[in-house]
């Protein structure tokens, strides 16, 4: 407990970020109080406007800054007129693509995996408007950039029946890719080769 209610408080808060227990809390607080107050109103103003107004973009589900709006990433018109989608589990994942260089289609961002034990179905994770996007965008070629994960498989597979029953080409990066891993664990140099060899699903 420190000489204040406000900093005993804010040393709490603090705990709500991964990997920061109460000694790390209590020295960032301490650090903000003593030096960079300004600082901390900015991170403050950041924080307050980040959770209260960024929302799902309505067509791609990653990221957005107004409800309702679409993203800076799906406004791209020349994005548009490549008739390929990426599926991504997590928005970090598109972030890493993004900085490989190696796509440059639109995508789509499921929020996790179909998880059967845990009760997430296709609904959950918006494939009910992946595909209709499939439909509405003439989309040419669907590519599965999901972890080499069991879950990842699953859905992948779930995706892929889907996307063939339209029709529609089906992808999955692979090369470099570790098993278990998840994208953003991945150099862009390898991300980018996993993108020029993917492989047919
Ligand atoms: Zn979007």
Redesign the pocket.
């Known amino acids: 407990m420190s000489s204040s209610t406000l900093l005993d408080e804010l040393i709490r808060a603090l705990q709500v970020q991964p990997g920061v227990g109460p000694a790390s809390a209590s020295r960032i607080a301490y650090y903000l109080l003593d030096r960079k107050r300004k600082e901390g109103l900015g991170l403050a103003k950041a924080l307050t406007d980040a959770m209260d107004k960024i929302s799902y973009?309505p067509?791609?589900r990653?990221y957005?800054d107004n409800e309702g709006e679409?993203?800076k990433?799906?406004s791209s018109a020349q994005r548009a007129t490549q008739r390929t989608i990426c599926v991504v589990e997590h928005p970090n994942d598109i972030e890493a693509i993004e900085n490989s260089s190696s796509f440059k289609g639109s995508?789509f961002v499921l929020h996790g995996h179909i998880s059967p034990l845990d009760g997430i179905g296709p609904e959950a994770i918006g494939l009910d408007l992946l595909k209709g996007r499939i439909e509405k965008e003439h989309i040419q070629e669907v590519i599965l950039a999901l972890g080499q994960t069991v879950e990842g498989d699953v859905t992948a597979s779930y995706i892929a029946a889907m996307a063939k029953k339209m029709s529609v080409k089906v992808t999955r990066i692979a090369t470099g890719v570790p098993l278990g891993g998840s994208l953003n664990t991945v150099d862009g140099n390898t991300l980018a080769m996993s993108f020029n060899y993917r492989h047919d699903v």
Do not use: G, I, Q, V
Request: hydrophobic share 10%.
């Open positions: 973009c067509k791609c990653n957005t679409e993203c990433l799906c995508y």
